[in-house]
């Protein structure tokens, strides 16, 4: 991506001096450039191409514990010098020596782009979702809608910041989406599918775009037919197929350092104590080449990390920002994290995963006489401070002796996170990915979680 705007054409040291004037530990601009497309079809038609460029600088001067954030699309000098006039103020004392290096340093993310979504036109990819909504469409003649989104993104920032920060990462992002409807006179089913990452066009390499739109259709279809389970505790399995959405909300978000650190965690005094089942062990790690939730530096310019979080059922770690280490006496774990430069950024997870064990996935299923497994997970919530969640069943099945069994449609799973947690008695070799945008305090960022297929055994879980 070639940049037009750079903060080397500034006089960095002057701004990031004006900022510090009175005092604070910490100042920052944070540059950022984003070239995006997306395509939309939805119910036979093209119903949206846009593409455009946004750009802009976010300056930040934390003081005390607290953060001061302004931001601006005006790149001038003195724009961005009043500006941090303007924050100085929020502060009280002395002014702070600057420590700038020379930059800004390129840093390389963990994925080199073999095809940049450039090298193709947006013909082509208006014609690849209407090739998507034909083959969704000729799975069956129940599949009354189709609905699939194509959106590529380049992306370029640079962070200035006090103590001694000056480096810069460019980052691809790629992504397709499709959701088909079901219908007959006994009512409707959806089904979704999405693949992509933190790369170029080779994510659509090997016919994935063929694959989700027959997953997505197949998976409506199925639903649609599918009968209703009966709730009550059960043994469930959760098949490395449906993603991580269990480790991203009913772990994850309670790891994340500021809920922590403002007793809004359900883990926030377990650091060292016992979370989960001895087979479970848990990472974030921005360091997987490819990941939706992958990257070279986070966006306060700290060098993206593989962060163990559970070993062994053991809480080793919380996933820090600047400002929560700040606070815990501790070194940022590389996951401060924000939607755009209008945001100041906050602790979020990257790529989030429960580490296989050494169980073939098929004996974790045929451990399991009877109760749900679950193959694909829809959307749930949690509560952080009690850990306590629900998850809706995209797609299930039975298990029959063992074995997957009849579909089921309409599930629901409760439970509590550090319960749940510990009931895990089977560890698959196997792990599946799920990509996803994380929600939080009004910001969404791109991530990725994962599992292998799990067993969740006594006192077991409940299904509604």
């Given amino acids: 991506m070639a940049s037009t705007r750079t903060l080397a054409d500034l006089p960095v040291g002057n701004i990031l001096s004006a900022l510090l004037s009175r005092g604070g530990e910490h100042g920052e601009l944070f540059l950022e450039e984003v070239r995006s497309l997306s395509v939309l079809l939805d119910d036979g038609r093209i119903e949206r191409v846009v593409s455009g460029t946004d750009a802009g600088i976010g300056v930040r001067l934390l003081f005390r514990g607290r953060t001061y954030y302004a931001y601006t699309n005006d790149f001038s000098g003195g724009a961005l010098l009043s500006l941090a006039g303007d924050l100085s103020r929020y502060a009280e004392g002395g002014g702070v020596p600057v420590e700038l290096p020379a930059g800004p340093r390129a840093v390389a993310g963990p994925t080199v782009v073999r095809v940049p979504p450039s090298a193709r036109g947006v013909a082509e990819k208006v014609a690849m979702v209407r090739e998507v909504d034909r083959v969704a469409r000729g799975l069956s003649g129940e599949v009354r809608q189709v609905r699939a989104t194509y959106a590529e993104s380049d992306r370029r920032i640079e962070i200035a910041a006090h103590p001694g920060v000056f480096v810069s990462e460019e980052q691809t992002y790629g992504v397709l989406a499709v959701q088909s409807v079901a219908g007959n006179d006994t009512g409707l089913a959806m089904g979704y599918e999405s693949a992509g990452g933190t790369q170029g066009l080779e994510f659509l390499d090997g016919g994935v775009p063929e694959r989700l739109a027959r997953a997505s259709a197949g998976r409506a279809v199925r639903t649609l037919h599918a009968a209703k389970l009966p709730g009550g505790r059960m043994p469930v399995v959760l098949s490395s197929e449906a993603g991580g959405t269990m480790v991203h909300e009913a772990v994850g978000h309670g790891l994340e350092a500021d809920l922590a650190l403002r007793g809004m965690s359900v883990y926030k005094d377990r650091l060292g104590g016992r ?167 009004g910001q969404g960022v791109p991530v990725a979680d994962a599992q292998p297929t799990l067993s969740i055994g006594p006192p077991y879980i409940t299904v509604g």
Avoid: W
Wanted: glycine share 18%; aromatic share 4%.
């Fill in 275 to 441: 979370i989960a089942s001895p087979l479970v062990s848990i990472t974030d790690d921005a360091t997987l080449p490819g990941r939706r939730g992958s990257f070279g530096i986070d966006d306060e310019g700290a060098p993206g990390e593989r962060t163990l979080l559970v070993e062994t059922g053991v809480l080793k770690g919380f996933l820090h920002d600047r400002l929560s280490a700040m606070e815990a006496g501790v070194a940022p774990t590389g996951n401060g994290r924000r939607e755009s430069y209008r945001n100041k950024p906050i602790p979020r997870m990257t790529n989030t995963v429960i580490l296989p064990g050494a169980t073939p996935p098929e004996e974790v299923l045929s451990g399991a006489s009877g109760g749900l497994l679950v193959v694909k997970m829809g959307g749930g919530q949690v509560n952080t401070v009690t850990g306590d969640f629900m998850f809706e069943v995209a797609e299930g099945y039975r298990i029959e002796g063992g074995k997957r069994g009849e579909p089921v449609r309409g599930a629901t799973i409760t439970g509590n996170g550090p319960e749940v947690l510990s009931m895990i008695d089977r560890v698959g070799s196997d792990l599946g990915f799920g990509i996803g945008t994380c929600g939080k305090d």
